[in-house]
């Protein structure tokens, strides 16, 4: 549904839809607003979640047409101004949450507390993929994203996503490193210099925040 990739990863405030004009009905707050094309308005509702509808008041209806994919001509245009008008809630109204697990947000907070530093999301088809880089060599050291268990454990047949951590290691350590439990071959970058780490708990948040540690030391010596 178009709602559930604008609002992905975003959490709603519902004093500040209040504020945007949404109004309480039933139980649920609704926010109306008649869109360019004449004769046609967008109704959103909250509750839980956002869910949005459009209606052709001519016919005191409601138009779907808009929803085709690659749909174009009319209903491509009343497709992009209902996008924009859920765009617009989500960024006043909504605030991102940049991870899902305990374990991501904790540790995402320790590394903007030590080193003032903030996840860049890189890449549009991977967006829960935030990476972290050190500002004066504009080197990563570590990625927090969002992947199915098995490709991680490859002892696992289960394919729920998980989220992990890649971190830069010692290339004398990652055999070492590799013989705790909750730390895995790289996913998706050079097992010689990077390892992962499954942000179930398995480790201790204090163990992490070594690992962190290790990592950005890591590519600052490193040339």
């Known amino acids: 549904m178009i709602e559930e990739k604008v609002f992905k990863n975003y959490i709603i405030d519902k004093n500040k839809l209040i504020s945007y004009g949404f109004k309480s009905k039933y139980g649920k707050l609704f926010f109306e607003k008649n869109l360019s094309k004449e004769g046609f308005k967008i109704v959103v ?32 245009e009343i497709r992009e101004e209902f996008i924009n008008v859920l765009t617009d809630i989500r960024d006043k109204c909504a ?35 935030g990476v972290f880089r050190n500002k004066k ?44 439990n909750g730390i895995y071959a790289a996913y998706h970058m050079n097992k010689k210099n990077w390892i992962s780490v499954i942000l179930d708990g398995t480790l201790h948040n204090s163990e992490l925040e070594t690992l962190v540690d290790e990592s950005y030391k890591n590519i600052l010596i490193q040339k």
């Open 45 to 76: 509702k909250f509750d839980k979640q956002i869910i949005g509808k459009v209606f052709d008041l001519s016919i005191n209806d409601e138009y779907t047409n808009f929803r085709i994919e690659n749909s174009n001509g009319f209903s491509s």
């Open 137 to 180: 060599n504009n080197k990563w050291y570590a990625l927090i994203g969002s992947v199915a268990l098995n490709k991680v454990d490859k002892n696992s047949k289960l394919t729920n996503t998980v989220e992990v951590m890649n971190l830069k290691a010692d290339k004398n350590e990652i055999e070492k490193l590799l013989s705790k």
């Open 95 to 129: 605030q991102r949450q940049l991870f899902q697990t305990n374990q991501a947000i904790y540790i995402s907070k320790y590394i903007r507390e030590k080193y003032n530093d903030e996840p860049e999301f890189l890449w549009e088809n991977l967006p829960t993929y």
